[in-house]
């Protein structure tokens, strides 16, 4: 004998739960990967404003008073009011803040480039 199922009773029940569960799950992805974006913009604007400050504080606390000085002791020392080694330490410590300043400036430039690329736009000032 033949037998053939005839679905009375069988509404896609199943269907319909997996369906649902697959939305579920696609709604839970969604949800962590926003938070995980949220969590990647906060970090590198966190980068990018701490290291935009610290450009600042060289630029207005030690570029200039370390320049005057380098400047007030070669023009000492040609006048013949201090040494050569006190130019040579105004030296050293101006080259110093330099490179600090230049390190602060590549850090500033990479926070920008990682804010730019979790944006998605140049955020350039």
């Known amino acids: 004998f033949f037998s053939v199922p005839v679905p009375i009773f069988n509404r896609n029940q199943g269907e319909i739960a997996r369906a649902a ?24 604007y966190q980068e990018f404003e701490s290291s935009r400050q610290l450009l600042i504080d060289i630029e207005r606390d030690l570029l200039e008073p370390t320049r005057a000085a380098r400047t007030g002791t070669t023009y000492l020392y040609q006048a013949g009011a201090t040494s050569l080694v006190d130019v040579l330490d105004a ?10 300043y ?9 926070a920008q480039a990682r804010l ?3 944006v998605g736009k ?4």
């Open 21 to 44: 569960a697959e939305g579920e799950k696609s709604n839970r992805s969604v949800a962590a990967l926003e938070t995980q974006i949220a969590g990647e913009v906060a970090s590198a």
């Open 116 to 118: 730019a690329l979790v």
């Open 91 to 100: 030296q050293r410590a101006f080259n110093d803040t330099m490179e600090t």
């Open 102 to 110: 230049y390190t602060a400036q590549a850090a500033y430039r990479r």
């Open 122 to 125: 140049d955020v350039s000032q």
